[in-house]
């Protein structure tokens, strides 16, 4: 059950243009979505057609190493503490300077971390063996108490962590010998184990914990943990530096570069011009507009995210599934990708992107991925449908906020979809922190019908997205509930056999896709820009968890 | 004239200091009440997407002190202020003075970058247009109060940055040297509208002093040209040039949010932006304060300087 809003921040300048022009367009009603005249409008300012494209799992490897690299982040992280790292800017820093209990792997797959073995001898227990001999960067060693304290903190109401509901089921983590660690559960939890490969799984020095208390991920004090990177110096405003850690456990992941620098650049425009100039090496999530500006340097990878128009009132006039199917056919995804994301993306399949099969066997994968309900456009049918189910011109008021061009044009194509199946469109304009609002408080989705969200999820497993649509559900935002669907996802979760969790998961995603509580609109891939300088890191959502600067050396 | 005793001076001063405090205290209900009557709620955006107990909101909610009555809460803000405590920032977890005390500096710098700027270019191209360039100047002003500091750092940067490489795009630089290499560019977008301004002010003023009698039969009787246009027109003009000037600087400080942004420089105007985005309601009032502080000191600097440059006022009070 992650909440994920997508946060790309605005220079004020541009956000007030965009909102001026989503207003206007409004007004006119013109919302234009239809067929692919659109292209290039997404880039406008740097002239962005579409884009050529195909996945990438390596970039190469490095010639040797380097003394530093310059990183841009969109945004200043407001914390470094894992208990609180759950937007991009922290987490891909973070990734790089603690590790978690397992590793998440560039190909979405889960491997050892921390913890050499895990076993579940009853389906509510965990047994975790701690890696030996493991130092963090003040030179202590890695022992079962850190891990034990490190955990625990996730279910104390004072640090009041953002991964506290991936702990829902956890009653007790104990110490149950000096490398091993028991985790009791409530009720059964499959996807518990899978979290521990990302941020819930941290594990941090107990002794830090307790000696920075409050200060503890700020920048005076940094963290101590195990990574290749340890935390160097944190200048607010400015830039977080890392260091190379000497003594790091890894050989196969030690760091090539004795130094990274993050730099905060909010402005998109800003950031290009500083990967053309030189003065930035490298980032990620590449302003879409700036593809063939930065051609053969920019990389992409996979991903685990899909934007998908979010379904906020199943009683209005988007109540019925067949006018939630007709809006779907009605859009024209195409045009979305190749006006808002310079052509760089695929039609979504599902509310999950392939790559979340990546873990299940392959007979479940295959019937996971293919023969899924699916909607190609086709706008008389659409309309017949529609027409049908009672459609009349009823208003959907559709709330968008001036985040970035994508969600502009998305949020036009939708409003188009709407006329073309004999609804009316109302695009309710509203300001960034009210739209993340949209997410958070029932109150400020009354009167909303519809609301973009760009949905990721932080392991290799659909279940973390159909969470979302489980009766009662936090994320659950139109109040959608369906018994079987419950029922299948409640058996997944209490399943640990493979095959018989991604079953129930297929079960409970078909009858997802037929009942679309949220629309799919497209997978949108990692992209990662990495300057003449450099080369070496695996463009993969995984970033966020994983280590992949140590990756990234002189090309 | 009336020679003034050094008690009345004191007074005066004294209630010149009033006039400052009364205007602070009045503008810091208004900054502190106004961010209150904003729609949405600062716990919304602390939860982070969480799904919080009712018992962790309350927590949260008694931690930043939401459970207190408006007037207690102004209070404990305001005498916090007299203690150089500005509370703690929502979104970034340290005290709002050091939040804005490491970014104060450049944009600091920036604001004088363009003050300069401002004012010896603004008053030299104002003299430059009323005794030569006529319509070329007005033409020029024209086209520069007409460019918005955006426009013109997109196209400096993307000229002198992008494609000749002369200047730096983003940041702030280390060292003095680099750090006005830094801040050339955002200074002279964050300058041209005002300086344009401020050009157009000089010349009007300058062309009025010119046309009047007393330039006139200074000239006739023979003084030098350049004695007749420095002590005679510019030093009459200087009047409303200094206070359009005066009113433009000290509005500066706001207009660093657009130019940081476009340059990627983290100054007080970028943290103001990414703050209101926040809710981080201690920063906004601490940074709306600040802006405010400067209008009052600026004006009151103004107010000062005025006698000296024209003792008609002085003798006029």
């Known amino acids: ?555 | 004239m009336t020679v003034k005793s050094p008690n009345l001076v004191s007074v005066a001063w004294l209630r010149r200091v009033g006039a400052m405090a009364s205007t602070l205290l009045v503008t810091s209900f208004l900054v502190f009440s106004s961010l209150y009557l904003a729609p949405g709620d600062p716990v919304a955006f602390l939860v982070k997407g969480r799904s919080p107990s009712p018992e962790q909101l309350a927590a949260i909610r008694h931690e930043y002190g939401f459970d207190k009555p408006f007037p207690v809460r102004y209070w404990d803000w305001l005498t916090g202020l007299l203690h150089g405590d500005f509370g703690q920032s929502y979104q970034l977890h340290a005290s709002v003075a050091s939040v804005i005390g490491s970014r104060l500096p450049s944009t600091l710098l920036l604001v004088a970058l363009a003050t300069v700027l401002i004012v010896v270019l603004g008053v030299g191209l104002g003299v430059f247009g009323a005794l030569r360039g006529g319509k070329g100047v007005v033409v020029a002003v024209t086209v520069g109060a007409a460019v918005p500091s955006f426009t013109a750092a997109i196209v400096l940067r993307s000229v002198f940055g992008v494609r000749l490489g002369w200047f730096p795009t983003v940041g702030t630089g280390s060292g003095f040297g680099d750090e006005l290499h830094h801040m050339l560019l955002p200074a002279i977008a964050l300058a041209i509208t005002f300086m344009a301004l401020v050009t157009r002010v000089t010349r009007a003023a300058m062309l009025e002093e010119l046309g009047r009698e007393h330039v006139e039969v200074v000239t006739s009787r023979g003084l030098p040209r350049t004695a007749v246009i420095r002590r005679h027109v510019l030093r009459n003009a200087l009047g409303p040039v200094v206070t359009v000037s005066a009113l433009l600087i000290s509005g500066l400080l706001v207009s660093t949010a657009i130019v940081e942004s476009a340059f990627g420089m983290n100054g007080v105007g970028s943290l103001l932006v990414s703050s209101v985005n926040h809710m981080d309601f201690p920063v906004v009032q601490a940074v709306v304060l600040l802006v405010v502080a400067a209008f009052v000191v600026v004006n009151t600097v103004v107010d000062l300087v005025y006698p000296v440059i024209d003792p008609r006022v002085r003798a006029a009070r």
């Not at chain 1, 190609?376 to 309309?383: C, E, G, T």
């Open chain 1, 1 to 555: 059950m992650t909440v994920t809003i997508r946060s790309r921040r605005t220079a004020l300048a541009a956000a007030t243009a965009l909102a001026l022009t989503v207003t206007a367009a409004a007004c006119s009603g013109k919302a234009g979505g239809s067929g692919g005249s659109r292209d290039g409008r997404a880039g406008s300012t740097t002239g962005a057609g579409k884009t050529s494209y195909h996945l990438t799992a390596d970039t190469g490897t490095p010639k040797g190493d380097v003394d530093s690299f310059t990183w841009s982040l969109f945004a200043e992280p407001p914390s470094i503490d894992y208990t609180q790292a759950f937007d991009y800017p922290p987490n891909q820093v973070l990734a790089n300077v603690c590790e978690s209990l397992l590793r998440w792997n560039p190909d979405l797959t889960t491997s050892p971390g921390l913890a050499t073995a895990w076993q579940n001898p009853d389906s509510k227990t965990w047994v975790f063996t701690i890696r030996d001999g493991v130092r963090f960067h003040d030179g202590t060693t890695l022992t079962a108490d850190d891990v034990v304290a490190s955990l625990s903190r996730n279910m104390d109401p004072d640090a009041a962590s953002v991964w506290a509901n991936q702990y829902r089921n956890v009653d007790k983590i104990e110490k149950t010998g000096p490398l091993q660690v028991t985790v009791h559960l409530k009720s059964p939890d499959s996807t518990f184990l899978e979290y521990m490969a990302a941020s819930p799984g941290t594990v941090e020095s107990a002794a830090t914990l307790t000696a920075d208390g409050k200060d503890y991920g700020g920048p005076a004090k940094g963290v101590n943990c195990t990574g290749p990177f340890s935390f160097g110096s944190w200048q607010p405003g400015q830039s977080i530096v890392l260091k190379r850690f000497d003594g790091y456990w890894d050989p196969s992941l030690k760091a090539h570069s004795k130094q990274v620098k993050f730099v905060f650049i909010v402005d998109p425009t800003a950031r290009v011009n500083a990967f053309q100039t030189g003065e930035v090496d490298g980032g990620w999530m590449i302003p879409p507009g700036s593809f063939s500006q930065l051609a053969s340097n920019v990389s992409f990878g996979k991903s685990t995210m899909v934007a998908d128009e979010v379904v906020a009132n199943l009683s209005g006039p988007l109540g019925d599934p067949r006018v939630r199917q007709a809006l779907l056919m009605a859009t024209d995804r195409k045009g979305i990708i190749d006006a808002g994301d310079g052509g760089v993306g695929e039609i979504a399949d599902s509310l999950v992107s392939a790559d979340n099969w990546s873990n299940a066997p392959e007979a479940e994968k295959k019937a996971g991925t293919t023969g899924l309900p699916s909607y190609p456009y086709d706008k008389a049918k659409a309309k017949a449908l529609a027409q049908q189910a009672g459609v009349h011109g009823q208003e959907v008021v559709i709330a968008t906020s001036p985040l970035d061009t994508q969600t502009t044009i998305i949020t036009q194509a939708i409003a188009q979809a709407c006329t073309d199946i004999g609804l009316t469109p109302k695009i309710d304009t509203i300001a960034a922190d009210k739209y993340t609002a949209l997410f958070t408080d029932p109150a400020a989705r009354k009167g909303v019908d519809l609301f973009l969200t760009f949905w990721y999820t932080s392991i290799t497993d659909p279940l973390d997205m159909y969470a979302s649509l489980e009766t009662g559900a936090f994320s659950n935002y139109g109040g959608y509930s369906n018994k079987d669907f419950d029922a299948a996802f409640e058996q997944a979760v209490g399943s640990y056999d493979p095959a018989a969790r991604a079953q129930a998961t297929g079960k409970a995603q078909q009858i997802a896709l037929t009942e679309l509580p949220w629309l799919p609109l497209y997978d949108e891939p990692v992209s990662v820009y990495q300057g003449p300088k450099i080369t070496g890191v695996k463009p993969s959502i995984d970033y966020l968890y994983y280590p992949w600067a140590a990756e990234i050396g002189a090309r």
